[in-house]
């Protein structure tokens, strides 16, 4: 696995706040129905993703929650349409140090250490949000060659 460092754009994205027990199952159900929701609001309102789903986490998780944002990102010009439960955020210009994991999203976590044994080793600061955009969807593609891009954030 290739870990770069990378310097992105600012970019805007809709969202549902979910903050599942610190579980598989409920974390997958809270991603799904998190997904759902907003892929549902973005049909209602002629909104065209610019991602695949992506959940974001602007926070390190503290006690038996994994609190996220499950959404997709959007073009700057539809950050007005958000209402009720579907939210806006704005990931800022920043340096990210990212890699694609290829596999079960329950190998995620040894990408995440290896970014941040990379970002250490670097003398880079870690820094805030997290996050990933599943590249695959797992329905239709081998979990195992199913393609995520984790980023986090540096300084």
């Given amino acids: 696995m290739e870990i770069k460092r990378k310097t992105l754009p600012a970019q805007t994205y809709l969202y549902v706040e979910r903050a599942p027990k610190f579980s598989p199952e409920e974390i997958s159900n809270a991603m799904a129905t998190g997904f759902g929701e907003v892929y549902t609001f973005l049909g209602q309102n002629n909104i065209a993703p610019a991602s695949m789903p992506m ?64 970002t250490e080793k670097e003398g880079l600061t870690k820094t805030m949000p997290v996050w990933e955009i599943y590249v695959d969807d797992p329905t239709t593609v081998d979990p195992e060659t199913c393609r995520t891009e984790v980023y986090h954030a540096v300084k």
């Fill in 55 to 118: 959940s974001l986490y602007a926070e390190m998780p503290t006690g038996d929650t994994m609190p996220f944002r499950a959404g997709f990102l959007i073009n700057s010009e539809d950050a007005s349409k958000a209402t009720g439960n579907i939210k806006v955020g704005v990931i800022p210009v920043c340096d990210v140090m990212m890699a694609t994991h290829i596999g079960s999203y329950a190998n995620l976590n040894q990408t995440h250490k290896d970014i941040w044994d990379a």
